[in-house]
């Protein structure tokens, strides 16, 4: 089993935008990383308290699969911790384990982007 990271933020917390960037990032997390929903034991979503306006999982649930189990959670309130952001861990079969991190949160992980990355 491998497990797979993903993060991105949103500007506002609006229904269209969290659906948006919600779903861009399950796009390439399963382009980069080749998945089939078969394959993907579980999704866990953990949002910032901020989001409030759509629910992650649900987005999932009807845009890519109602048979892969989820599960939500909320991050911790950090002081000067990243702003309306949604992070998702896939636990799959499978060989690749390629994180996506899109916009700001490739802030998050330095150890894996260069500091000038858009």
Request: aromatic share 10%.
């Amino acid at each position: 089993m491998k497990a797979i990271r993903g993060a991105v933020n949103f500007c506002s917390d609006t229904l269209e935008e969290i659906t948006v960037k919600t779903i861009e990032l399950f796009d390439e997390l399963i382009k980069v990383n080749n998945l089939l929903y078969k394959d993907m034991v579980c999704v866990i979503f953990s949002l910032t308290a901020d989001i409030t306006a759509a629910y992650p999982a649900a987005t999932f649930r009807q845009k890519y699969s109602a048979s892969v189990p989820l599960f939500s959670c909320l991050e911790p309130n950090i002081k000067d911790g990243m702003p309306l952001t949604l992070r998702v861990l896939i636990l799959h079969e499978g060989e690749s384990s390629t994180p996506v991190y899109l916009y700001e949160t490739k802030k998050l992980r330095k150890d894996l982007f260069y500091e000038n990355c858009n």
